[in-house]
């Protein structure tokens, strides 16, 4: 591109030029020739009425005159320079060499000529110095023309080599060069690094989305998996006859019970498809259920459905009845925290030792704890983080364990419908 660029540049001053030269050239030519035969025509009736007034020829003539009288035939009486043996038409005539102005007189012709060599000395020389001139012109239009091209051409080559290292690695965090002179090329490069920043935005928010199916599918299959067993274990002992009396309608209400947790489960994800934002005082309150409550502002609303919300809270909750002795003191509460929706899940049990605390949140693991997959912790941080929230865990041996989380908090409904 910019070996084009400076060839055009320096073919078009060049051309410029040459049209210039040339026209100079013609326009000093006509003048000079212009100029000249009005001198000769002044000169030759000069030098004619002498010669009619005296009968002879002026004996003194400029630089590079001449003079010849033809007789009516035609033929060369008397000559002085190199003239033409034959009289030319008459008036003014041009030659290669020569300008020649022919008048009639008594008994013949006269002839005076002037060579042009008065003409083309001066346009010779100007010829000279303009082609002198169109050189220099031309070099120096081409290093101009080269450091405009490389001035143009090296942000667009850095541009591309930046462009083709995000092609390669697929790294959208790639800085673009930031110094590019020219405004078009500055305008570019701000373009593609917005279109930049858009792509990363969306392939983090389908990364997000992909991270948040994901532990949905995990969650609703550890949310069933229990509940199912149990329906499907006691209707096997009910349907074996293994079970008589008082243990069948206990076996049967322990079902009953796990149905309609399934139902619930499944009536919640239902109604909860397509909501954004969720009150997270009501959903504290479902989850703590007989736990210590710790109530907050009551419009505190997050940006994550419902069911979501109640899914972490449930998990928390769970982890901590799961591994905990059964007379453990559970906490739950919310509050508002610089513009974030803060839940938290404490329990005065066992704690984590610090090897724990470190892989609490790691998939599948369990530590030296019984019970469980090892995916609640695991999901929390998923779901939550997928919202563009924050989980924190705070443990230590004997000392419980607390589970703080900050999602982002949303603007109540109300104030959507006031604006």
């Known amino acids: 591109m910019s070996r084009r660029l400076l060839l055009a540049m320096v073919a078009l001053v060049g051309a410029s030029l040459l049209l210039a030269d040339l026209g100079a050239v013609y326009f000093l030519r006509s003048v000079l020739i212009h100029n000249l035969r009005a001198q000769l025509m002044v000169s030759t009736r000069a030098t004619v009425g002498f010669y009619l007034h005296t009968g002879a020829v002026p004996a003194r003539l400029p630089l590079g005159e001449s003079i010849a009288i033809y007789t009516e035939n035609g033929r060369r009486a008397y000559a002085v320079g190199t003239v033409p043996q034959k009289p030319p038409p008459l008036g003014v005539s041009q030659e290669t060499r020569s300008l020649r102005y022919t008048v009639p007189v008594p008994g013949g012709y006269f002839l005076e000529q002037v060579n042009l060599a008065s003409v083309t000395r001066p346009v010779h020389a100007l010829e000279g110095v303009l082609a002198l001139v169109t050189v220099a012109a031309v070099l120096l239009a081409g290093l101009m023309a080269l450091a405009i091209a490389r001035g143009l051409t090296a942000p667009l080559s850095a541009l591309s080599a930046q462009a083709a290292r995000i092609s390669e ?24 690094r917005r279109m930049l920043t858009r792509l990363g935005q969306t392939f983090s928010a389908l990364e997000a989305s992909e991270q948040r199916e994901r532990a949905l599918r995990e969650m609703t299959l550890h949310d ?16 074996g006859g293994r079970l008589q009396g008082d243990e069948a309608l206990e076996a049967a209400a322990l079902a009953q019970r796990e149905a309609a947790r399934l139902a619930a489960r499944i009536r919640d994800l239902d109604a909860n498809e397509g909501e954004s934002r969720a009150n997270l005082g009501q959903a504290v309150r479902r989850a703590a259920r ?12 997050v940006e994550a ?20 002795p059964a007379e453990t003191r559970i906490e739950l509460g919310w509050r508002r925290d610089a513009g974030t929706a803060v839940a938290w899940v404490k329990d005065d049990g066992v704690g984590m030792t610090q090897e724990m605390a470190l892989h609490a949140f790691d998939r599948f693991y369990r530590g030296d704890r019984l019970g469980g997959l090892g995916l609640g912790l695991a999901l929390v941080r998923v779901l939550v983080e997928s919202r563009g929230g924050t989980v924190e865990l705070t443990t230590a041996p004997g000392q419980g364990t607390t589970v703080t989380v900050h999602w982002p908090q949303a603007v109540p409904p109300q104030a ?4």
């Not at 007989?290 to 609303?301: I, M």
């Not at 459905?305 to 901590?320: C, F, K, R, S, Y």
């Open 416 to 419: 959507d419908s006031a604006s």
């Open 169 to 192: 690695t697929g790294d959208l965090e790639i800085s673009l060069p930031q110094d590019h002179g020219v405004l078009e090329i500055r305008d570019l490069a701000e373009s593609l």
């Open 305 to 324: 459905p419902t069911a979501e919300i109640g899914q972490v809270l449930d998990l928390l909750v769970d982890n901590a009845v799961r591994h905990n």
């Open 224 to 239: 069933l998996r229990t509940p199912l067993s149990t329906v499907l274990g006691t209707l096997e002992l009910l349907a």
């Open 290 to 301: 007989d736990h210590v409550l710790q109530a907050g502002p009551e419009e505190t609303w």
